[in-house]
């Protein structure tokens, strides 16, 4: 996973589970190395291929491509192999954090480059960074029984160019949604393995998995790829509610949503008041019975939500109430945006404990107001991955609280070696990630990365 606290992701992507927990395992002991694969996953290549020409579904606007700039190709000499990485073992996701105990890895620790963590019923799934090889790239996936050893999967799995815009779980499978690599933007990139480098092309795969290693290929939503889905702006988000239902929205186009991640439909026009036609997407989460969406009709920033990827109800968010990101916990969400001007912009919170009645939060408790943000913002990062939320800050000190409401705060102790530098949500040279295993917090810029494992 809207504007964060956390240096700008490349894909928004929430992957959420109710009820779909692997089997928790004693902990292992964790290791700042960068640790080699077991051996090669044990993986075959799907076969089945979506058509490369999807039609718009009825009463969307045609998509037109955005003209191409001038590009450069990306010089590699092959394609590198990805390696494996141990964590400590997850633990069960309705354990109490009490505490967060930080390492510093390696710049070897493939860790380093996971941007995303699954937890399903089989097991877990990582997605990564970007794999260049000449003129294409393709996401790195990393896959897990116990949330403790993880192996990569080979290239020939998903395809030399798919990049993965999402997964979640449904039931006993796994489901990954993939676009293909296009044109590397050379002028703006902030380097090849950046998804943001990149544009992204269909068709929309769709892919499932009863085991995590072996995947099957099957025609994605009926949608274009929307203009803003490529350079810096991809919206795609996707989200698994409960054990058999996926949702996916989109800017300017109905919302899809699968029982099976095979067949996909689209949900009533009604989903979004004044229809598809303007909308633009904010964030979506799995939020129980259902989902939870928040966008922007042009007029108003609205919140919708669903039991059954049907019928959706909205209502019109408080005033000063921006879409943005959604930190999600079992039985609450903290809607996190930005308003006012856009070079020293206003951090607003807007708090929810049904998905429907919103209020927009008078601060950033457990968090302070920052000391040097230009505008107002949280002193800190907020995160939420359904199973929890947390709240991290270092300014003056370093401090973490959990969550799972969002109103309700209980602090964390501390231990460790401590990621060094000013940790917040605008300025701050972090990406940080909630994942089962704990904190990870990576600082691209000098290639040093922290994994904050929780104590229970």
């Given amino acids: ?144 029984a116990n949330g403790g050893t993880w192996e990569p999967l080979a290239a020939d799995v998903f395809g030399s160019r798919a990049v993965i815009v999402g997964v979640a779980a449904i039931a006993s499978r796994v489901v990954a949604l993939t676009l293909q690599s296009g044109r590397y933007d050379d002028a703006n990139a902030p380097g090849p393995s950046h998804l943001s480098s ?89 939020f129980a019975p259902g989902f939870v969406a928040v966008g922007s009709t042009g007029t108003d920033n609205v919140a919708i939500a669903s039991s059954d990827g049907r019928t959706w109800t909205s209502s019109v968010l408080p005033a000063r109430c921006p879409t943005g990101r959604l930190a999600v916990g079992p039985a609450g969400l903290i809607l996190v945006g930005d308003e006012g001007d856009p070079h020293s912009p206003t951090e607003v919170w807007c708090s929810s404990l049904n998905g429907r009645s919103w209020r927009r939060l008078p601060g950033y408790a457990p968090l302070a107001a920052a000391s040097d943000c230009r505008g107002v913002c949280s002193s800190g990062i907020l995160d939420g991955d359904g199973e929890r939320m947390v709240a991290y800050s270092t300014d003056p000190k370093h401090a973490a609280w959990t969550s799972l409401d969002g109103r309700s705060w209980q602090s964390l102790a501390i231990s460790g070696s401590r990621p060094t530098g000013r940790i917040g949500p605008h300025g701050s040279p972090y990406t940080t990630l909630l994942a089962p295993f704990g904190l990870l917090f990576v600082n691209y810029d000098v290639g040093s990365a922290w994994l904050g494992t929780p104590r229970t």
């Fill in 1 to 144: 996973m809207g504007a964060s606290g956390r240096t700008v992701r490349a894909i928004v992507l929430a992957a959420l589970l109710a009820g779909c927990g692997a089997e928790p395992a004693p902990s292992t002991t964790p290791t700042d190395a960068g640790s080699p694969s077991t051996g090669p996953a044990s993986v075959a290549p799907a076969t089945a291929a979506a058509s490369a020409s999807p039609s718009s579904p009825p009463g969307s606007p045609s998509v037109v491509p955005a003209p191409s700039p001038t590009r450069s190709p990306v010089v590699s000499p092959g394609a590198p192999a990805v390696a494996g990485f141990v964590t400590p073992i997850p633990p069960d996701p309705a354990a109490a954090w009490t505490g967060i105990r930080w390492q510093r890895l390696t710049a070897a620790n493939q860790l380093s480059h996971v941007q995303s963590v699954t937890r399903w019923q089989g097991g877990f799934v990582a997605t990564g960074d970007l794999v260049v090889n000449g003129d294409t790239a393709r996401s790195k996936v990393w896959v897990s």
């Fill in 198 to 286: 990149w544009s992204l092309e269909g068709p929309w795969q769709s892919w499932t998995s009863s085991d995590g290693r072996t995947w099957a290929a099957h025609p994605g939503p009926d949608f274009q790829v929307p203009r803003s889905m490529t350079g810096y702006s991809h919206p795609t988000l996707l989200a698994g509610a409960g054990n058999d239902l996926l949702a996916l929205t989109l800017d300017e186009q109905p919302l899809a949503f699968t029982r099976d991640g095979v067949a996909w439909e689209t949900a009533s026009l009604d989903a979004f008041p004044g229809g598809p036609v303007g909308w633009k997407s904010g964030s979506i989460v799995a």
